[in-house]
Every structure is written in C-alpha cells, then in structure tokens.
C-alpha cells in the first residue's frame, strides 16, 4: 500500500506539473485573467506541496485527499459553467472546446479524490501508519 501510495504521490506532482503548464499556456494565448488563472495556481501548489508531503511522511495522506478534492472541485466547476453557456446556446467555439477537454480529463480529478479518500479511511491509514 505505501508503495502505490508513492507512485501515486509522483504521478499527483506530474498530473499538477502538467496543469500548470497547460492552464499557463492557456492564459498566454486567449488572455486569462489573474482572476481565473489563480485557482489553478492555487490548486497546483497545492498538488504539488501535498505529493511532496506524501512520499516523505504517508500519515500526510490528508493534506493529498484535500488537494485532490480541491482540484476536483475547480475542474468540475470550470467544466460546469462552460456547459451551461452551451446549453444556454451563448458559449463561444473556445468555451465549447474547452469544455469538451474538461470532460475528458475530469475523471482523472475524480479517480485520484476517490483514491484519496478510500486511503484516509481508519482502516486504510492504519495500513499505512504500520
């Protein structure tokens, strides 16, 4: 289990490394605002801060399932707007695409918050603490 667990902990700082590069791209090339932008460096420190803690000490499993969750959360949302200016019929081609690519990754954000909380279960992080 503290295997996985490690594994886990280097593809979350990979999964926000990624992030972080794609969401900054996104913000160079169709100008998003510092406003829009900092959830996701929000999100990404915390990816990154709670991987990190993760390998070095695995009873830091928390702070991973809290930045997971937050990260789900943001993209769920980011997706949700979006689709609701399509429903709306108002959404612009970019907001259409973009939501689409939304979609696609989202179950990553969701497996690993899952994940996460099946580890922080009592009798999982008994696993872990012995």
Not at 27 to 34: A, H, L, P
Not at 85 to 99: C, F, K, R
Request: aromatic content about 16%; proline content about 2%; glycine content about 6%.
């Amino acid at each position: 289990m503290k295997a996985f667990l490690y594994k886990f902990s280097i593809f979350t700082i990979f999964i926000a490394l990624i992030h972080f590069t794609l969401e900054t791209l996104f913000t160079i090339k169709f100008g998003q605002t510092i406003t829009g932008y900092l959830p996701d460096l929000i999100a990404v420190a915390l990816l990154i801060t709670a991987g990190y803690l993760t390998i070095k000490d695995s009873s830091a499993i928390g702070i991973l399932c809290g930045a997971w969750g937050f990260a789900f959360c943001l993209h769920y949302r980011s997706w949700a707007w979006r689709f609701d200016d399509v429903i709306d019929g108002t959404a612009s081609q970019l907001v259409e695409t973009t939501m689409y690519v939304l979609a696609f990754t989202m179950p990553i954000s969701i497996i690993s918050f899952i994940i996460t909380l099946i580890f922080c279960l009592p009798k999982n992080r008994n696993k872990l603490d012995g």
